[in-house]
């Protein structure tokens, strides 16, 4: 079947399986910060975006995606190292695998929210599973670049 | 110091935060040859044949492999990555006749797409003869039913193995007279400990490509800790020469011991080789919990002899570790189930005794904390119930027992503890837990209890005499470094923390040193990361090469100065003669290096240690119990750490924090059982819980370092002790909160409520 859809800003036809799961679609489109951790929907490896609503793409058919909008970490580049930054300050990334789900998840949530409190953020990123960190260096990270946007943006963000 | 003992970021971090395509499946090439195994679904069977003639219909499958395609002669390896000749037997092959577990590879399919990969699986037909299988390591020994009767069953070296009895391996230590200490105590506890096995889950399952190079030999690319024992392993399974392998490493997507094993390399090598095709195998989470390599069952029964005021004399442990089906890493896990623990105390003797059996579960392998974990919460969870048996503080009964800095270490290979904090370590974990104004326990508004426990822990630091450490330091151009290394970063940040470590000696920035690993071509020859090893072992290796790298570059200024190297102070940017008379910069340095120079700006050292330098910990945890459901909710995590000098702080401080956390899985949630089958009820990441965030609670983390005089900067390990004391700690807590004790990890939710409920009717 034909596939039209709008990765990364970019739009696109692509004639795919019709049984094919946007997981698997977007890493053979070479978008590779997408990761598979499980099979059962547990580990939020896979997390991207659909029109910007955070979604686990190895639960999806890439079908599901026709027409419309799909963002992941390689389309964030920018917003993604302004994160990133804080994260690796507190050297909170580990072996990294993790990494790209939870830094779509977190965009999310501060694109939600401009200063969620400690819980929500646990809440939020509960889904993403990290095996190295302990998930304190991130949580530390979070709320380090939760403060350096305040002071950036003089108050409030967003 | 500038650079050593402080918090730079990861060398990878923002090409790893920013999703990167630097692991294994996203190297591997598009037209990779996909492989998949076909798993017994028996415990124990002989295959009495295959038909494969379906499977090789399909358009797509390129070939399928069984026990009858490997050579006659093909030998039996183990899968442990360790220096040869390995501890562990060699009871491996390929694909086997006889199959030992549910989940054990009974062939090998490759083709072009996972569907047409699927579909074979499917259409193969096996007939199996089904044997009762052997599923309770507590009888293995000696038992009627024997795992691995085959003859050319190999164990290289004496570790008191004999596959006709089951025995992957038997350990006798002791000093002193432990029966006459134990009768002389006023008071011996005799008690049983069991902790089951526990997955690694780390996040990338196991995964390896491989390919044919230009001059015909086999490339390994994967996840792996043990880059040159996976080279020879390899090698020795297809029956080719080393030469004809060369093992690859990018980044991993973590290990924790389980990429200690190799696991999924030999698969795609036979194919590979066979077919001169590249190939790829990516285990699927099923298979990572299935047939994987978790920590070995243990069961361990401590007899703890002590005096009435709070003297402990005496610790004799027996230990039944399950290596299940494959005897990887089985002799040497289970010594540190008995050394470690036992050599926190100062006592007049010791025994240590262990069994190592084969069964019909899932072979067991290396995690973080090797065998240590499993002996800590026995020992410390021993040493806990004394302290309430006599009605002593748990904090105050170490404080009297404890070794300390300088003390003889007869439970440690005889040792010395040549850096220690683990006094001031207990001093500050007790005042940083509020453990005196808390209370061991108390009732919460909302009709729970809240409870602490705490509990000591040590590890090593590298194999001593055996593991070999290697780096590889040249001059590059502009004045920069290359630092080329065998050991594997694996997210825990050596390739950082080595860079660092030359940086301080080159008195350079951090920039200026890029870092190359792991390529056993081009890498000098390390044994891995595994054993707590990298910082103190590598680390060392990194430290004399950029020294001796140091000592060059003066000679160089020398020559060209045309002086004595001793004329010659070099301080990182440029080498000055001290009259002022000349000097050279780095950068100009580097310029002549390249022309008419025989002076070889290019480094490589290896090292060995002498000793294993124990680092150690206190931990606190502080924990909620509802003692209506059972449920029990860690709030706070206290843990307080001497590594020594802290390389990089941050990144000791996160790997201590990813440590609490598995170990406060290992105590409260990870879990593998058995249906009656031999099957694994755990076969997903559904049902298996690692913790969540929403699992740990806080945690606070801090450090008491003292100082090792043979580690580099004074350094030891962090990697593995920071597991190893939330299994007792934990524990601890929820016997303070609902007054009885648990002997068995993880402590599940029914058994706190029956404790909870059996006390109520009181
Ligand atoms: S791959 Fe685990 S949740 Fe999608
Ligand atoms: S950093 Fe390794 S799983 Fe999160």
């Known amino acids: 079947m034909e596939l039209t859809l709008t990765l990364n800003g970019k739009k696109m036809s692509r004639l795919i399986e019709p049984g094919i799961l946007l997981l698997d679609f977007l890493r053979s489109e070479g978008c590779y910060s997408v990761k598979r951790g499980c099979e059962t929907s547990n580990c939020g490896l896979c997390t991207v975006f659909l029109d910007d609503v955070p979604v686990l793409s190895c639960s999806l058919l890439a079908a599901r995606a026709q027409g419309r909008r799909v963002t992941t970490l390689e389309g964030l580049r920018q917003e993604a190292e302004e994160l990133a930054a804080f994260i690796a300050a507190q050297g909170a990334e580990q072996c990294g695998f993790c990494n790209p789900g939870f830094m779509m998840n977190a965009i999310a949530l501060l694109r939600e929210k401009a200063e969620p409190s400690v819980d929500e953020i646990r809440d939020y990123l509960a889904g993403n599973l990290c095996r190295c960190s302990g998930y304190e260096g991130q949580l530390r990270g979070i709320l380090a670049f939760i403060e350096w946007r305040k002071s950036e943006k003089g108050g409030a963000a967003r | ?762």
Not at chain 2, 409 to 415: C, F, I, N, Q, T
Not at chain 2, 513 to 525: E, Q
Not at chain 2, 529 to 556: D, F, I, K, P
């Open chain 2, 1 to 762: 110091m500038k650079i050593v003992n402080t918090s730079v970021p990861k060398k990878d971090a923002l090409q790893l935060l920013t999703g990167q395509p630097v692991y294994t499946d996203d190297l591997a090439p598009k037209d990779c040859l996909i492989v998949r195994l076909l798993r017994s679904p028996y415990a124990s069977a002989i295959v009495k044949s295959v038909n494969k003639k379906a499977a090789l219909l399909i358009p797509d499958i390129e070939a399928v492999y069984t026990w009858e395609d490997l050579p006659a002669d093909a030998k039996r390896f183990t899968l442990a990555g360790q220096t040869y000749p390995e501890p562990s037997p060699h009871d491996h092959l390929i694909l086997d006749r006889r199959l030992r577990y549910v989940g054990d590879p009974v062939a090998i399919v490759a083709g072009r797409n996972e569907a047409a990969v699927e579909k074979a699986l499917a259409l193969i037909k096996v007939e199996y003869e089904v044997l009762e299988p052997l599923l309770d390591p507590t009888v293995a020994k000696d038992n009627k039913i024997i795992v691995h009767p085959e003859d050319d069953w190999e164990a290289l070296c004496p570790v008191g193995a004999d596959n006709k009895r089951n025995l992957c391996a038997h350990a006798e230590s002791n000093a002193g007279d432990i029966e006459a200490t134990l009768a002389d105590c006023d008071i011996v506890l005799d008690r049983t400990y069991h902790t089951k096995a526990v997955q690694q889950c780390m996040m990338e399952t196991y995964r390896t490509f491989c390919t044919i190079d230009t001059y015909g030999r086999l490339v390994i690319t994967g996840a792996t800790q043990v880059p040159f024992h996976v080279r020879r392993i390899v090698a020795l399974a297809l029956g080719i020469p080393k030469s004809k392998v060369r093992v690859i490493k990018p980044r991993i997507g973590g290990g924790f011991g389980a990429k200690q094993t190799c696991v999924s390399e030999v698969y795609p090598a036979l194919v590979t080789w066979l077919t001169k095709k590249p190939s790829k195998i990516v285990f699927s989470r099923y298979e990572c919990m299935t047939a994987s390599s978790p920590r070995h069952e243990t069961h361990m029964r401590v007899r703890l002899g002590a005096m009435k005021d709070g003297r402990i004399r005496g610790i004799d442990m027996y230990a039944v570790s399950n290596t299940g089906a494959y005897g990887d890493h089985g002799p040497t896990t289970v010594d540190l189930t008995g050394h470690k623990p036992i050599t926190l105390y100062r006592t007049e003797s010791y025994r240590f005794v262990a069994d190592v059996v084969y069964t019909n579960n899932m072979p067991a392998g290396a995690y973080r904390g090797y065998g240590a974990p499993q002996g800590m919460f026995a020992v410390e969870s021993a040493v806990n119930e004394l302290a309430a048996l006599l009605g002593m503080d748990a904090f105050l009964l170490r404080e009297k027992n404890i070794i300390h800095e300088g003390d003889y270490l007869p439970s440690y290979y005889g040792e010395t503890n040549t850096s220690c904090a683990l006094d001031r370590c207990l001093a500050r974990a007790k005042e940083l837990s509020g453990w005196e104004e808390k209370g061991l326990c108390r009732k919460l508004q909302n009709g729970k209890v809240r409870a602490l426990g705490m509990a000591m822990a040590m590890q090593g630091s590298a194999i001593p005499y055996l593991d070999v450490g290697g780096a590889t330091l040249r001059l590059g151009d502009e004045g920069t470094y290359n630092l080329l290394i065998g050991a594997s970063d694996m997210g825990t940040g050596c390739d950082t923390i080595l860079a660092q470590i030359a940086a301080e000696v080159l008195e350079c920035d951090l920039d200026a040193v890029s870092v190359f690993g792991v390529d056993t071509d081009a890498s000098p020859y390390d044994s891995g990361s595994y054993a707590s090893s990298t910082t103190y072992l590598t680390g060392q290796a990194v430290y004399q090469a950029a020294a001796e790298l140091r000592r060059r570059l003066t000679l160089l200024a020398a020559k060209l100065l045309k002086c004595e190297a001793d004329e010659i102070i070099f301080d990182g940017k440029k080498a000055a003669k001290i009259d002022g008379s000349g000097a050279l910069t780095l950068a100009e340095l580097a310029v002549a290096s390249q022309a008419g120079n025989d002076v070889a700006l290019d480094v490589t050292a290896s090292t060995k240690s002498t000793a294993s330098p124990p680092p150690f910990m206190v931990g606190v945890a502080e924990v909620d119990i509802d003692t209506e459901t059972g449920e029990v909710r860690p709030v706070h995590y206290y843990g307080v750490v001497d590594c020594g000098t802290c390389i990089n702080p941050n990144l000791a401080k996160v790997q201590t924090e990813g440590g609490i956390v598995q170990g406060i899985g290992m105590a409260l949630s990870e879990n593998v059982t058995y249906a009656p089958d031999g099957r694994v009820y755990e076969n997903s990441l559904m049902q298996y819980k690692i913790p969540s965030r929403l699992d740990n609670g806080r945690l606070t983390v801090v450090f008491e370092p003292s100082y090792e005089k043979s580690g580099p900067f004074g350094a030891k390990s962090i990697g593995e002790l920071v597991i190893n004391t939330p299994g007792p700690a934990i524990a601890a807590a929820i016997a303070n909160a609902v007054g009885a004790r648990f002997y068995e990890l993880p402590v599940t939710p029914e058994q706190v409520a029956m404790a909870a409920a059996a006390r109520k009717k009181k």
